[in-house]
T-cell receptor, first 111, second 114 residues
């Protein structure tokens, strides 16, 4: 059974710092990996999608990498801002678009 | 705005009751999946519907059931509610059943069982 782990569970940083969120998964037979953002009491917003054949994806200040063989992904956030405060969820996709989610990293960026 | 709408947004039910949650998919999407997210946890896959048939199910008991309608909207029904069913229920829609397609989540329905 696929298990997804995210480290750290919570992170508090001052504004402007570069930071790295980690995600690991136990079964490397995935179709893709996706990073989501979730604001309190809200649904999920997709940030980056990395296909299993890709190594990384970038969108603005966000960069996500994927090492399928080692079962790891990282989300890099450059020059963090208070508006980045949210929970970040990593999910790997299995057959039929079924997502396996980690428990998330709760990020707080202090002004 | 993802185009996926869920109702109701919040509801409170008593243990043993039944609940129906509704989801309207993104226009053109023919696949809908449901997830349960307990407080402080990541979402857990409940099941998925493709063209009105269930084509994948997570580790949830049969009292969790669903429907998908010809217009691709969907319902999640939970019978004999238990306290542990209290959670955010998320609906997600996508096009086709193939992996790798963009998926859109709704804002969720908060269910509290007392």
């Amino acid at each position: 059974k696929q298990e997804v782990t995210q480290i750290p569970a919570a992170l508090s940083v001052p504004e402007g710092e570069n930071l790295v969120l980690n995600c690991s998964f136990t079964d490397s037979a995935i179709y893709n990996l996706q990073w989501f953002r979730q604001d309190p009491g809200k649904g999920l917003t997709s940030l980056l999608l990395i296909q299993s054949s890709q190594r990384e994806q970038t969108s603005g200040r966000l960069n996500a990498s994927l090492d399928k063989s080692s079962g790891r992904s990282t989300l890099y956030i450059a020059a963090s801002q208070p508006g980045d405060s949210a929970t970040y969820l990593c999910a790997v996709t299995g057959y039929f678009n079924k997502f396996y989610f980690g428990s998330g990293t709760k990020l707080n960026v202090k002004p | 705005e993802t185009g996926v709408t869920q109702s109701p947004t919040h509801l409170i039910k008593t243990r043993g009751q039944q609940v129906t949650l509704r989801c309207s998919s993104q226009s053109g999407h023919n696949t809908v999946s449901w997830y349960q997210q307990a407080l402080g946890q990541g979402p857990q896959f409940i099941f998925q519907y493709y063209r009105e048939e269930e084509n994948g199910r997570g580790n949830f008991p049969p009292r969790f059931s669903g429907l998908q309608f010809p217009n691709y909207s969907s319902e999640l029904n939970v019978n004999a509610l238990e306290l542990d069913d209290s959670a955010l229920y998320l609906c997600a829609s996508s096009l086709q059943g193939a992996s790798g397609n963009t998926i859109y989540f709704g804002e969720g329905s908060w269910l509290t069982v007392v």
